[in-house]
């Protein structure tokens, strides 16, 4: 059986995680690669960096975060955050990261999507997709630009496209949920996942491990992807996945 | 020496890391030559099938391929370097394989989702020195849209299901490819790799 994932997310700045792991009994909690190598230990199945340092000047920096993990961590990962043009795909591509994720820049420019997935194959291209309800509805519309602006985009609409156009994931954030712990947005994911057939990565609103079964077997999210309940070490990995193996989902372990 | 064929499908780097920390020596190289002098090879890739196939060709590493597999050397071929093997595949139309291993690659139906990606078991049906000590149903990652259907059966190593039950590796005398990718398998993957190295 194909197993879910579980995927901690590592917000980088400048090379140096964020949002600190606090619990960890590491030299370095602030170091990426250390991070990274820990979640393995820990039976991560992935791992995503999110680079919310936004300028130009540290693509270079994350890029030799992405080589050095590569050279120590071997399970795959994802760095998504200011990625726009094929070329900062090819630079993260070639330094060792298995997929980029892209956010704004695919809304901006959907031929990205289109142009990326034909040249570096689906298999390595995210859409991220920052969702948040329309009021009054069961409607949700897409946000850029870390949730700032919106975009007058339909979701639904959206996933179906960026299929069309080549993606082969999609990270789907909910922005009514991200930060509250009350759990995963599951009417967003469930419209999602059945409306395209591509893997769904749920995020946003994790605040314990019956959230993770629920988005699971409600909406059936592929992969969970979580920040905080592992950082600050509420939960091990491993603890969440034994929560989820007894409660009938299959996990690697 | 382990040639790791570069034929610009893809990065090899986490393929050439993963052998050395698994102690081998390698060297990512598109020189026929050095394919030949090496001890043993590996073909990796990901991308389109009938881009590798045409990039195979361009860099007249045909030959040095099939000469590699009629010497005797080990051979590892992993996703589209598994595929690349077989007589046909479907993707983006018929195109030719190498034809190495008889068979055809076929696209997964919509009623799963493709691709398939994430951690799946293996189911092991042939024994052999590069699964040694790998314990059946094992956890390995895959991500691909396409898999072999092998017409000699004899050649398949391990199945996995995914709605049904595919060829996820595949071996015959000195050829052993996966589907999956054991430089993203964390634990399991290198050991797969160090057997690779040390047992061959």
Redesign the interface.
């Known amino acids: ?5 579980i995927i901690p997310c590592l917000d980088v700045h400048r090379g140096r995680v964020v949002k600190g792991v606090k619990f960890l009994n590491l030299k370095d909690a602030g170091d990426p690669v250390e991070l990274a190598s820990f979640y ?1 230990k820990e ?1 991560a ?1 992935e791992l995503v960096f999110l680079d919310i340092t936004a300028s130009h000047e540290a693509r270079n920096i994350m890029i030799d975060v992405v080589r050095r993990t ?2 120590q961590v ?3 990962f994802t760095v998504g955050g200011g990625i726009r043009t094929l070329e900062d795909i090819k630079l993260m ?4 990261a ?1 997929k980029v994720s892209l956010n704004s820049a695919a809304v901006k420019n959907p031929e990205l999507v289109r142009e990326s997935s034909r040249k ?5 291209i995210v859409v991220a997709v920052d969702a948040k309800k329309i009021a009054g509805s069961e409607r949700w519309e897409v946000y850029i630009n870390g949730g700032r602006i919106p975009t007058g985009l339909d979701v639904i609409e959206w996933v179906k496209k960026v299929k069309e156009l080549g993606a ?2 999609i990270l789907l954030t909910s922005m009514d949920t991200d930060g509250t712990k009350d759990g995963y947005d599951i009417p967003l994911t469930k419209a999602v996942t059945e409306a395209v ?3 769904v990565i749920a995020s946003g609103g994790a605040g314990n491990l019956q959230h993770l079964v629920d988005v699971i077997k409600e909406a059936d999210a ?2 969970v992807l979580a920040a905080s309940i592992f950082h600050y070490g509420e939960y091990s990995i491993i603890q969440a996945k034994e929560f989820l193996k007894n409660n009938g989902i299959s996990v ?1 372990s | 020496m382990i040639a790791i064929i570069n034929y610009g499908m ?2 090899l ?2 393929v050439q ?2 052998i050395e ?1 698994v102690g081998g020596e390698t060297i990512i190289t598109s020189d026929p030559e050095v394919i030949r002098k090496a001890d043993k090879v590996v073909l990796p890739g ?3 099938f009938f881009d590798a196939i045409e990039n195979l060709k361009s860099n007249n590493l045909v030959e040095v391929i099939k000469e590699t597999i009629d010497s005797g050397k080990p051979f590892l071929g992993i996703c589209l370097g598994l595929h690349l093997l077989f007589t046909e595949s479907e993707e983006d139309g018929l195109h030719k394989g190498l034809d190495i291993l008889k068979g055809r690659v076929v696209r997964f139906s ?1 009623e799963v ?9 293996i189911e092991i049906k042939n024994d052999n020195l590069i699964l040694e000590n790998i314990p059946d149903n094992s ?1 390995f ?5 396409y898999y072999p259907v092998p017409e000699d059966k004899d050649v398949i190593a391990t199945t996995t ?2 709605g049904m039950e595919f060829a996820s590796s595949v071996s015959r005398d000195n050829i052993f490819a996966t589907q999956f ?1 054991p ?4 634990d399991l ?2 050991k797969i790799l160090k057997n690779f190295v040390s047992k061959l």
Request: with cysteine.
């Open positions: 059986m194909l197993a879910k994932r393995n039976f199945d590569s050279e071997f399970i795959p591509l070639e330094g060792g298995d570096f194959g689906s298999q390595c082969g994931e057939n591509l893997p592929d992969a690697r | 893809g990065n780097r986490s890391k993963a920390k990901v991308g389109a919509d989702k493709v691709p398939h990606m994430g951690w799946n078991q956890y990652y895959f991500v691909h849209s299901d995914y990718h430089e993203k398998s964390s993957g290198l």
